[in-house]
């Protein structure tokens, strides 16, 4: 392994250090980082014909484009000393992470799997001593890791924003967040206590508030995902804005949940008005609709400088004010029914809505600016003029 260069990447406040090793080398690498499958992809099972042709031109000794890695551990790099990085690389090779080159990793392991196994011993050790250049970023953040995933992300099978994301923060999985426990979808489990969320509908809300757009992500296109993380340009890159977005949500529903309580729909209003969002203040926010809307709501409050930061959220909620949960809930439920009867995409209808509320609610300059009541009513006229 030779270090070639090392030069500042100042838009993540990162380290690139560009290094020369053999297949042998990176396989040597590659296998702790694929053994993560939880932090990675899952491997591309189409373009074959891509893929067998790569496999042809690394026999043919063909230069293939850098792999490139992030090392979430920061570590002391002398350009002069190849021989200590290997050392320290490999001894912190479970910090790993491939950007940019997965299945070309992948393809390289199948090749040297089958000349394994054809028994060509002279064009195995030809390939494992094949020289192939690997970028690595030095002691990158998790917001860092994630722009690189953006600007690498150009590739036969790009992947969402979403599922890069789901794989930044899948750590929050194995421990609790002050008290927030996430549930994978494999787990066959309901949240329905109050701190436990689906991590899937929280990385959607993050997702929104990331893009300040309350839709379900389902664009690849590399200038919209980067303009929507040009907006994270303003606050501190330093800061955990996953784990601050997760507490100012959660702190949210807390406190709904303080001033409404046990309180539900009686029987009767169903039989009415027809069957409710959600007959309580759970499943009214413990919901992937209120989740969006409440991220698109707070970055766009944040973007015009009403809200300083997500931290402040807990400030706000603490003088959330309701004096009749039960003609809350009502009014909340026919509002959603409302708007539900009169739109084609019910679902979107209902992300915008809770946008509008969570604008209204929060907002020190809106009339209804911390009342839980007054905010279902001025959030339905703000709808109603933008919709």
Do not use: W
């Amino acid at each position: 392994m030779k270090i070639c260069s090392i030069l500042e990447d100042k838009r993540i406040n990162a380290k690139n250090i560009l290094v020369e090793m053999s297949i042998n080398d990176y396989i040597d690498l590659c296998h702790a980082i694929i053994a993560k499958n939880e932090f990675q992809r899952k491997r591309v099972k189409s373009s074959k014909t891509i893929y067998a042709l790569l496999k042809e031109d690394i026999l043919k000794e063909c230069i293939i484009p850098p792999i490139v890695l992030a090392l979430t551990t920061e570590l002391d790099v002398n350009q002069d000393n190849s021989d200590e990085f290997a050392q320290n690389i490999l001894s912190n090779k479970d910090g790993l992470l491939i950007l940019d080159g997965l299945q070309r990793t992948y393809t390289i392991l199948d090749l040297v799997e089958e000349l394994s196994t054809n028994d060509n011993p002279a064009q195995l050790n030809k390939v494992l001593n094949n020289k192939i250049r690997v970028e690595i970023y030095n002691g990158l953040n998790r917001l860092g890791i994630l722009y690189r995933m953006l600007t690498l992300n150009t590739g036969q099978t790009p992947m969402s924003l979403r599922q890069q994301i789901e794989i930044l923060y899948l750590d929050y999985l194995k421990t609790p967040l002050d008290g927030i426990v996430f549930i994978q979808d494999i787990e066959d489990k309901t949240a329905d206590e109050l701190h436990e969320y689906k991590f899937r509908e929280i990385v959607e809300g993050f997702n929104s508030y990331i893009t300040r757009d309350e839709l379900p992500i389902d664009r690849t296109d590399l200038l919209e995902n980067i303009s929507s993380l040009e907006k994270l340009s303003k606050e501190n890159t330093d800061q955990n804005l996953f784990e601050e977005f997760s507490t100012a949500l959660n702190n949210v529903i807390t406190r709904f949940d303080a001033l409404v309580g046990d309180t539900a729909l009686e029987d009767n209003f169903k039989a009415t008005n027809g069957s409710p969002f959600g007959i309580n203040i759970k499943k009214i926010f413990k919901r992937s609709q209120a989740y969006t809307g409440f991220g698109a709501a707070v970055g766009k409050l944040i973007d015009l400088e009403v809200i300083t930061t997500l931290n402040c959220i807990s400030d706000i909620t603490d003088n959330f004010k309701l004096d009749n949960p039960t003609e809350f809930l009502e009014r909340f439920n026919l509002t959603l029914l409302d708007i539900t009867k009169k739109s084609k995409k019910i679902g979107n209808a209902q992300r915008a809505y809770f946008v509008c509320y969570f604008r209204e609610i929060l907002n020190p300059q809106s009339d209804s600016y911390l009342d839980m009541l007054a905010a279902v009513d001025s959030a339905k006229q703000k709808y109603y003029s933008l919709y």
